[in-house]
């Protein structure tokens, strides 16, 4: 019964090097960790249907707050029965708190200490995100692990901005929390994660952990990364900034993303992720293979009648040749989307279980090198 599941319980089950894999247990389900979240930003993983997205081996997705609290709104998703309901997707669900995107997709904001004032990228209508704002909105949702509310910068601006920034997402950090406990029978049956910034700066990353220590959160997420400063910067922030955070609870890196960006943060200790890449690709003609990327739109395979690739099991590999999924994508047929995210995002959960199992066996680290001898060969 889901009723005698805990509310949030996470357990390392082994490691191997930095990198582990465990489980979180909620009410509404188990997260084998690794674990890769797919993106359902408005309410849908565009191209797929819910129970086509749990065939994959998903165990959670990811709901944006910024926008389903513009479109549908979030008051109308909980009279409707909540998120899950409204979307049927019966297992956890993890909204993130529009700050990312209140930063980089609204118009005329007006950053405050308490909060963020912006007009809606849809119609310009004013609105106001603050921390409270924020946890209620995924408290309406009915998110199962809530985000706190923060800022995000970019890596490269002024190292003084960069510092204050921090600083006010810890503020905001105490004050998610705070809100997030007033929340009643949801704050008793779901969980808040909060997130680490601090640019590529070690030192404000320090500062900012032991903040977040100090208020207390069910589970950390490393922020402030792809968003630009590119695989060598954020590896290098990543060889230091997951040991920062506690052993006990897992580690979420947050827009991550390319298969052997995955495999580069697990081995350095991230649990969790979430990212566009696999959907979005699939939407335009990409698709992720275990050798490395293609571009359906090519050429070379127009005739070609094998699949995607040789070693996937989902169901587009299994009924369908390059030549025909090109076909598809040079016609515009949604079907073509449909089917090259279908493979992307069962090919990203492939490759967790396979670093799952790398792990368990105590074998991981010839696994993530012949993962990019195979991967990169085409680069």
Not at 11 to 35: C, E
Not at 211 to 221: Q, W
Not at 273 to 299: E, H, I, M
Not at 304 to 321: F, M, N, Q, V
């Amino acid at each position: 019964m889901a009723s005698e599941r805990p509310r949030f319980a996470f357990t390392v089950h082994a490691t191997d090097g930095k990198a582990r894999t465990g489980a979180i247990v909620m009410r509404r389900g188990t997260i084998r960790t690794p674990a890769f979240m797919p993106v359902g930003t408005a309410a849908t993983v565009k191209a797929m249907k819910p129970e086509d997205v749990r065939a994959t081996g998903a165990d959670i997705i990811l709901g944006n707050t910024y926008h389903l609290m513009l479109r549908p709104g979030a008051e109308r998703v909980a009279r409707l029965g909540g998120l899950h309901q409204f979307m049927r997707w019966d297992r956890p669900i993890l909204t993130d708190s529009g700050g990312y995107q209140v930063m980089s997709l609204s118009e005329l904001r007006k950053l405050t200490e308490e909060g963020v004032e912006f007009r809606s990228h849809i119609d310009g209508s004013k609105h106001m995100l603050s921390p409270e704002r924020s946890m209620e909105i995924q408290r309406l949702l009915g998110s199962d692990i809530v985000m706190c509310f923060d800022e995000c910068p970019r890596a490269d601006r002024p190292m003084e901005e960069i510092e204050a920034s921090m600083e006010l997402s810890m503020r905001w950090a105490k004050r998610s929390r705070d809100a997030f406990d007033a929340g009643g029978k949801h704050a008793e049956s779901s969980a808040l994660f909060g997130i680490q910034q601090g640019a590529l700066d070690e030192n404000l990353r320090a500062r900012s952990a032991q903040a977040l220590r100090k208020i207390g959160f069910d589970g950390y997420a490393i922020g402030g990364l792809a968003v630009g400063e590119g695989q060598e910067a954020m590896f290098g922030v990543l060889d230091y900034a997951p040991g920062q955070l506690p052993e006990d609870a897992p580690r979420y890196l947050m827009g991550v993303g390319k298969p052997d960006d995955l495999v580069g943060a697990v081995e350095r200790g991230v649990d969790m992720f979430d990212c566009v890449l696999p959907t979005r690709s699939g939407r335009n003609g990409q698709a992720f293979t275990w050798n490395g990327p293609l571009n359906l739109r090519n050429v070379r395979h127009a005739e070609d009648s094998g699949p995607l690739d040789e070693r996937c099991t989902c169901p587009t590999c299994a009924k369908y040749s390059r030549a025909y999924l090109h076909h598809l994508q040079k016609s515009g047929e949604m079907l073509g989307a449909m089917l090259v995210t279908e493979h992307n995002l069962s090919f990203y959960q492939q490759l967790m279980q396979a670093m799952r199992d790398a792990i368990a066996n105590g074998d991981f680290a010839h696994f993530a090198d012949s993962f990019r001898r195979d991967y990169l060969a085409t680069r």
